[in-house]
């Protein structure tokens, strides 16, 4: 009788790649499922549930990102203050023109990576957002993958 066996990834077997994403003018949420995948690792054939095997991704322009329909006035972000009485909301919009844009997009791939679980915590880690077009990682030469002209839902049509 023959046995087969699928192929476990370990963690001293995983090639990580860095890659770079330019997000101006790209719909979050599309973005967001893409990051998410290079992240936990599910584009690779070599793909483990409970091994760290995605990548680095660099996100510039992360102030310029767009939403579709009314999700910038009608969207809302909840927050606690740890208080009495302490919630504190604010709308998708208020949240790009303010102090911390990047904001936005983070909550969007951390809430579509795994629930609290040590994994996903240490897969966040590599997610690095950046507001300006520059970025401080050039020495790790990264892959740019262009987001933007792979789809034409990638973009909001005006």
């Known amino acids: 009788m023959l046995k087969t066996t699928t192929a476990s990834l370990k963690p001293a077997e995983v090639e990580k790649k860095w890659i770079h994403i330019d997000a101006e003018g790209v719909v979050v949420g599309r973005l967001a499922t893409f990051i998410a995948n290079r992240l936990r690792g599910k584009h690779r054939g070599d793909y483990t549930p409970h091994v760290d095997c995605g990548d680095y991704v660099i996100v ?4 310029k990102v767009v939403f579709t329909g009314n999700k910038l006035t009608h969207k809302v972000y909840y927050r606690h203050t740890g208080h009495p009485g302490g919630v504190k909301e604010v709308t998708a919009g208020k949240q790009l023109n303010g102090r911390f844009p990047e904001r936005v997009l983070e909550k969007a791939v951390e ?3 795994p629930k609290e679980s040590p994994l996903a915590r240490k897969q966040m880690t590599h997610l690095r957002l950046y507001t300006g077009a520059s970025h401080p990682h050039e020495a790790q030469s990264p892959e740019t993958i262009d987001f933007k002209s792979a789809s034409p839902k ?3 049509s005006v």
């Open 111 to 113: 809430r579509m990576l």
């Open 154 to 156: 990638n973009t909001r």
């Open 60 to 63: 510039t322009n992360v102030d």
